[in-house]
């Protein structure tokens, strides 16, 4: 028998949680049943199957990436606003790893609800470095290098890449000013 009230944002949170403990590649419905106290069939009453919730998921990481990101750079421009989304982007990646995970894949050109909803987060990111007079194909690529770094960074710090003694934070903070640098540069 489903559990009454179960609805289909309560087993996409449900998910984060797991994804955010156990890893995106970990994610299975039955773990999700499990936690509801459900049978599997139960799930599908809210979700098409394992390939939907990860979709779910994603939407999800990109909402909520984007609505902290819009929160932390609110009245910010330059400089101010590029720290605060490295340390944004730091952060988030930190504190929900497994949905951190779902913001990496580019969406589909045909899912039109994950391309929207990635286009959002694009535009906030394009926002920021528009600041320092970036346009066209000279945002895109800048935005393509500050991912890039970005992504490399906090995965080696969530995996325990970083195994000297100095300390990370201060690589971190050398790492945003250098890439800051790059981007008062003509």
């Known amino acids: 028998m489903p559990r009454v009230g179960l609805t289909a944002s309560q087993i996409v949170e449900a998910a984060a949680d797991f994804v955010d403990r156990s890893g995106w590649e970990a994610l299975k419905l039955s773990a999700i049943a499990d936690r509801f106290r459900v049978k599997l069939p139960s799930l599908y009453k809210h979700v098409a199957g394992l390939e939907d919730l990860r979709r779910r998921l994603r939407l999800f990481a990109l909402e909520r990436f984007r609505i902290k990101l819009q929160e ?49 987060l694009l535009a906030v990111v394009f926002k920021v470095l528009e600041s320092f007079g970036l346009r066209d194909n000279a945002l895109v690529h800048q935005t393509r290098i500050l991912r890039s770094a970005l992504h490399g960074f906090v995965t080696l710090e969530c995996s325990g890449g970083f195994g000297l003694p100095q300390s990370i934070e201060e690589t971190f903070k050398r790492m945003v000013a250098e890439l800051l640098v790059c981007l008062k540069e003509p």
């Open 72 to 120: 932390a750079l609110t009245a910010k421009s330059g400089q101010a606003a590029f720290e605060t989304f490295c340390r944004v982007y730091r952060d988030f990646a930190r504190t929900r790893p497994g949905v951190y995970a779902g913001l990496v894949q580019a969406p589909d050109p045909s899912d039109r609800e994950l391309t929207e909803q990635s286009d959002r």
